[in-house]
Each structure stands twice: as structure tokens, then as C-alpha cells.
């Protein structure tokens, strides 16, 4: 038999490096980006470092949003130029190749944004993990520390 009523949801606990906060300096592009996707990455930090969810194994995340973010803007401006649709030799007429690459790059940027923390509904859905117990370690540290 069923049970009844909803189901309970799953509390969403931050992961550990979503809590750190951005360090002063910005990480450094990668080699591999050209000159626009370093345009769209120095965008992105600073939006990104606005937000102090960024961590230093957020880099890589920050990489493929740079990059996504040029493709996108790229195949927007395609479709600015020639069009939402194309007309084959024989008089057939189809959607733009770039209509699919900007779709699914769109969707590909709101998973990475959402996924490093950078909207606000991220950020309110997330919660920190629950302080950790101290051990007696941690205990007489504390109390060597003190004078």
C-alpha cells in the first residue's frame, strides 16, 4: 500500500567549496581561450566574484561558461544576420542551424550559472551543512591557543 501524503523533500546542503569565498585575486584564463571567450570569462568573474560563491575549484566551471557564453552570443549574432530560417536548393525552407546551438547552449549556461551559485535562486535553495562536533582535538587547540 501507497503512502499517503507528500513526499518529504530533500534538504539541499551546500557543498563544501560553494562556502568559500572568492579570493582577491582572480584565478588566471586559461591558455586555450581565444580573444572573445576571454572577453566572455573576464564577464563572468566579475559577475561571478560579485556573488562570493566562487571557489578555486570553480575554474574549470568558469572555463566551459566562457566558452558557452561566446557560442551563444556567436550563434545569436548569426541568426541577427541570416535569419530563423533557411531556404534549401529545392525550396524548402528550415529552421537555422544556429537556432539549436543557441537553444542548447542557453540551457548549458543557466545549468553551469545555477550550479556555481550566480542566481539568486541558487544561492536561496542552498543551505550550509550543519557545524561539525567538536573533537577533543579541536578542544585543546583551542585552549593551547589561548593565553
Known sequence: MGRRGPRPKAEKVAPISMLRTVSTSNPQPPDALD???LECWEELLMVLGSTQHLAPEHVHLCEISARTLATLRRADRVLAE???FVTHKTGYRS??????VSLKNRSLLKTLLVEMGATPLSRDQVTPPAPMMGSKLDAFLKKASQP
Open 35 to 37: 580573444s572573445y571567450e
Open 82 to 84: 541570416e535569419g530563423l
Open 95 to 100: 529552421q537555422h542551424p544556429a537556432v539549436a
